[in-house]
């Protein structure tokens, strides 16, 4: 997943970044208000986080900007200020959470997981289909195989890559679609590296579970092999 980060405080951002690299999230970072508007309209981000007090541009604003343009990605505001009515202002702008700071990484990240989930109309707690169940908290994924459970550890780009792909089951997606997912802005990618990293998943959870259209791309295939 593909996260835009707006934060001022450079070195929060930088912390925070490495916190959600390390809990699967391909992560691009801006610093005040007027840039985060204009790449938060012209990138396919899956998820936002936005710092209210920003230099620029004030972080409402820029909310209220994206939606007027029908900007549709969810927005987890994230902000020191902890007034109820900060909240309301943030909510009727167009925000989709709200978490002051100080906060512990894993409830924004139980957050983050949530909104991506909603947006893409998975109601359940976990990403499962056909036998296949993802744990984003341990970055794996279980399986049966016969009768008994198997669990397979996936690195950061594969558990991005299934992770996207599994969330539009039966979604057919061109390379390029998928690099913007799985990649953030500065990443220097080889050209066949998602070629590269289906095989790898095809390997640890078999061929059938993702899909080539030739000339196309790649769908992930929801029925049980």
């Known amino acids: 997943m593909r996260l835009l980060l707006v934060e001022d405080d450079k070195a929060l951002s930088a912390e925070l970044a490495l916190q959600l690299e390390q809990h699967g999230f391909a992560v691009d970072r801006v610093f005040d208000g007027a840039e985060a508007a204009f790449i938060g309209e012209s990138e396919p981000y899956d998820v936002i986080i936005l710092d209210l007090g920003l230099p620029e541009m004030p972080g409402i604003d820029v909310l209220k900007q994206w939606r007027s343009k029908q900007i549709a990605t969810p927005v987890l505001i994230l902000t020191a200020r902890d007034a109820w009515h900060e909240k309301v202002d943030g909510f009727r702008a167009g925000g989709d959470d709200y978490l002051s700071k100080p906060f512990h990484v894993e409830e924004l990240v139980a957050r983050l997981d949530a909104l991506i989930r909603r947006s893409k109309g998975v109601a359940v707690a976990q990403i499962e289909h056909g036998g296949l169940k993802l744990d984003e908290a341990t970055q794996s994924v279980e399986q049966y195989i016969g009768s008994g459970k198997v669990v397979t550890e996936l690195t950061g780009v594969e558990f991005r890559l299934l992770r996207y792909l599994m969330l539009h089951p039966g979604h057919l997606f061109s390379e ?50």
């Open 176 to 225: 390029s679609q998928l690099l913007e997912h799985v990649y953030n802005y500065d990443s220097e990618k080889e050209s066949n590296v998602i070629e590269v990293y289906i095989s790898k998943l095809r390997k640890k959870l078999g061929k059938e579970r993702i899909l080539t259209k030739r000339g196309q791309g790649y769908l992930f295939n929801p029925e049980k092999p």
